[in-house]
């Protein structure tokens, strides 16, 4: 099932989505993009939610809006 949420945290390679059932780490691996994958903060996300080895995980994570204006230079 698809779920919709916010981008609270970004580091280099990972960070976390807050959405209505709390907040779900999510890897740049499951982010589903051209070239170099990463989210910025305060972002709009699609993602679905798995079960790993190490709890749950945000995978098939696509951005819904257009964050390019949220770049500081």
Do not use: Y
């Not at 990972?14 to 910025?40: C, D, M, Y």
Request: net charge positive.
């Amino acid at each position: 099932m698809r779920r919709r949420g916010t981008v609270r945290e970004w580091h280099c390679t990972h960070g976390f989505i807050e959405w209505p059932g709390g907040a779900v780490f999510v890897h740049f691996t499951n982010i589903k993009a051209q070239g170099h994958r990463s989210l910025i903060v305060g972002s709009e996300v699609e993602f679905e939610i798995e079960e790993g080895t190490r709890g749950f995980h945000a995978v098939r994570v696509i951005a819904v809006t257009d964050s390019s204006a949220q770049l500081k230079p």
